[in-house]
């Protein structure tokens, strides 16, 4: 395994279309949930402890081996919300191009003829660690941060935030990453015994909603 | 009903079944200590049970649990006569509440409780599971209520897991109060809100055409589910906004 | 070309030539440029001179979300199907450069759904004249400026103007209302493009987008050959 693989698939630059996402923080900002740094946090940090727990025990149930069907159709109940479902898949989508162009690997070739409009992305990503020789907790961390620093980056956008004030709330969200990565590491190793059901399900209604909301905006900066 | 361990353990059953011409019979209804259950009027061949025991609990160290079926071809309502209130208890330990519910073939099963308030100082565990046969009907709503007015609430975590025909196809997870993983009254999560609810609707045709996604007001929408089921998932400043909102977009799925 | 990777399977990873099922796929030009230079203009004026002589489609790829693609199903340029709109989350050239997934999906999906097509114009949200589509999105680009921006903006290059493989100078019928210079302009163009070719035009004169379309039709015959 190498290290800097993981620091490929973490990048933000890695191409897998992140950057047209803001997860959940336009509608947040334009809704008056998010006005400034502290908001960031608070909006950040109860993502990462439903969405993001959920995606980093999606991710590091892939990367253990559990089969991609499975893993997608639990992700599926735990998205109520069908624009999020779409964004996940469509994620999940880019993310296979990209990552079988980066780690080619019979398994993601797999995924990609069984889903050819995408699976939901966590469970790509899970399977891209693994192609690149990483493991559940790489995934896993990989997945909780995505979980954070696509908001963080996109509120810079929207407010004009201080880059240097969202870089500060992904820093003093790093050891709860860590927490959420471990958590996530553990219930994913309990799936083979018990089953998806052994996945957290955490969820957050107001990012749920908030998405139908913005799905339905004529006008919006971001994708989802 | 037992007491052991510092808090009581009931388990109340229902099972509903269809009886021709037109009706349904209530062969198991059984009551047990705070979980008391009464039939109450028939509407048509629906039986209707209210739950009529539970205002005193759960408190810390209880565990109850209710059972309902329908089973095929019954219609069965199932409401309560009062909001549940999840207390302190004498035991440290946390209190749990377990609900499952089943549907078969034809049945048609609607549980509809008033809400569940966390009073401070409580600690309760949700855990509603539900099965749906393929050609079965569900109307399940549930509400959360934090604190009574004016008050912090407890730690509370509900479960709702949902699956149809086997496959799952609503799994949520809410927790919040005291020790609930940060970012909980935040802007993602419940955004300082006091009441989250939701209704999940369970119809056959709906594998073949899904509702239309749609909004009620700012804080509320209807959802298609990835199978043949549908979500009204609302937060409120009270359990009165809420149930306002739920019933709206549960009539708005018709 | 890739028909003989290992991994080949049912999508193609970017730039291959031939479609999952062998078949050769569109030719895909970029249309990149400054805001209200005229691109989404210039692209309605080829698809009304080339749809009938072609099978084609296009990608917009808007700051706010399907402005562009709005504005060519309200020309009806194209049948609705055939318009597509990318998301860019506010930063329309890494959607073209940078990170080009979804340009690609939305191509693909184009071809899968409306194919087989000739020809597919990927057009960029207006951006600075640093903004180029990658080679792994688009086969050609065209970068679009216009008089009105200055006419100091061939003598200041950038990615846009000096590697465009066609550098359309547009709106050339306001130069006198303006005070560009276009004799200025082509002579700077000349100087900063290395022999690449630079049209001008007026979408309003009679010639129109003739000599951008003639162009097109030339990469097009070298594509398919």
């Not at chain 3, 290992?6 to 050769?24: E, F, I, M, N, V």
Request: proline content about 5%.
């Amino acid at each position: 395994m190498s290290r800097a693989a993981l620091l490929v698939l973490a990048d933000g630059r890695f191409p897998a279309g992140g950057h047209a996402h803001s997860g959940g923080a336009e509608e947040a900002v334009k809704a008056g949930r998010i006005t400034g740094a502290a908001d960031l946090e608070d909006f950040c940090r109860g993502r990462l402890h439903t969405a993001g727990l959920v995606a980093a025990s999606l991710a590091a149930a892939a990367a253990l081996g559990v089969p991609a069907r499975e893993l997608d159709a639990a992700a599926d109940a735990r998205t109520p919300s069908p624009a999020l479902r779409a964004a996940a898949r469509k994620l999940g989508r880019q993310l296979t191009r990209a990552a079988r162009a980066t780690w080619p690997s019979d398994e993601l070739d797999a995924l990609a003829r069984e889903f050819p409009k995408g699976a939901h992305q966590p469970v790509v990503l899970g399977l891209a660690a693994r192609a690149a020789g990483l493991g559940a907790e790489d995934a896993a961390h990989c997945a909780a941060y995505e979980s954070v620093s696509g908001a963080a980056t996109a509120t810079v956008r929207l407010l004009s935030l201080d880059p240097f004030a969202a870089t500060g709330v992904l820093a003093r969200l790093a050891p709860e990453v860590d927490l959420v990565a471990d958590a996530a590491v553990e219930a994913a190793g309990r799936v083979r015994g018990e089953g998806c059901g052994a996945l957290p399900a955490a969820g957050a209604p107001v990012l749920e909603i908030g998405a139908e909301v913005h799905a339905g905006w004529a006008v919006r900066l971001f994708a989802s | 009903m037992t007491t052991a361990g510092g808090g009581v353990r009931a388990r109340a059953r229902i099972l509903a079944r269809h009886r021709a011409p037109g009706g349904t019979f209530l062969p198991v209804l059984e009551s047990d200590g705070p979980l008391a259950l009464r039939r109450t009027r028939a509407g048509g061949d629906e039986a209707r049970v209210v739950l009529v025991g539970a205002m005193s609990g759960p408190l810390g160290g209880d565990r109850f649990e209710v059972e309902a079926e329908a089973d095929t071809g019954a219609r069965l309502r199932v409401q309560s006569a009062a909001a549940t209130l999840a207390l302190p208890g004498q035991s440290k330990s946390e209190a749990r509440y377990d609900v499952r519910v089943r549907v078969a073939d034809r049945a048609e099963l609607c549980w509809l409780p008033e809400p569940l308030i966390s009073v401070r100082g409580s600690d309760l565990r949700v855990r509603t599971d539900v099965d749906v046969a393929p050609g079965g009907r569900l109307v399940l709503r549930e509400e959360q209520v934090l604190g009574r007015a004016g008050e912090e609430p407890g730690r509370l975590v509900s479960r709702l897991t949902v699956r149809t025909g086997g496959l799952c196809v609503l799994d949520q997870e809410v927790a919040c109060g005291p020790g609930a993983p940060g970012g909980w009254d935040g802007p993602a999560v419940l955004a300082g809100h006091r009441a989250v609810g939701q209704v999940v609707v369970v119809r056959p045709e709906f594998g073949e055409r899904p509702v239309a996604a749609g909004r009620i007001g700012d804080l509320c929408v209807v959802m298609p589910l990835a199978g043949p089921a549908a979500l009204v998932s609302a937060v409120a400043a009270d359990g009165l906004r809420l149930r306002r909102l739920l019933d709206e977009g549960l009539a708005a799925i018709g | 070309m890739h028909l003989d990777h290992p991994h080949a399977s049912s999508t193609a990873l970017s730039a291959d030539a031939r479609r999952p099922d062998g078949r050769r796929r569109a030719l895909r030009i970029g249309l990149g440029g400054p805001v209200g230079s005229g691109k989404t203009a210039t692209v309605a004026a080829l698809c009304r001179v080339l749809r009938d002589e072609l099978s084609l489609a296009v990608v917009t790829n808007d700051i706010y979300t399907r402005e562009d693609a709005e504005f060519l199903l309200r020309e009806a340029v194209l049948p609705p199907e055939r318009i597509s709109a990318v998301e860019t989350g506010a930063c329309p050239h890494t959607a073209i450069r940078d990170d080009i997934s979804a340009n690609l999906e939305a191509v693909e999906d184009l071809e899968d759904e409306v194919g087989p097509l000739d020809l597919v114009l990927v057009e960029s949200g207006g951006d600075n004249l640093t903004a180029t589509f990658s080679k792994g999105l688009v086969d050609a680009q065209i970068f679009v400026i216009d008089v009105a921006g200055g006419d100091d903006i061939p003598r200041k290059g950038g990615p846009g103007v000096t590697t465009a493989d066609l550098l359309v100078v547009n709106k050339t019928d306001l130069a006198p209302y303006v005070g560009s210079d276009l004799g200025r302009m082509a002579a700077d163009a000349k100087a900063q493009r290395d022999g690449l070719p630079v049209v001008f035009q007026s979408l309003r004169s009679e010639r129109g987008v003739t000599d951008v379309a003639d162009w097109v039709r030339a990469r097009l015959a070298a594509w398919t050959a």
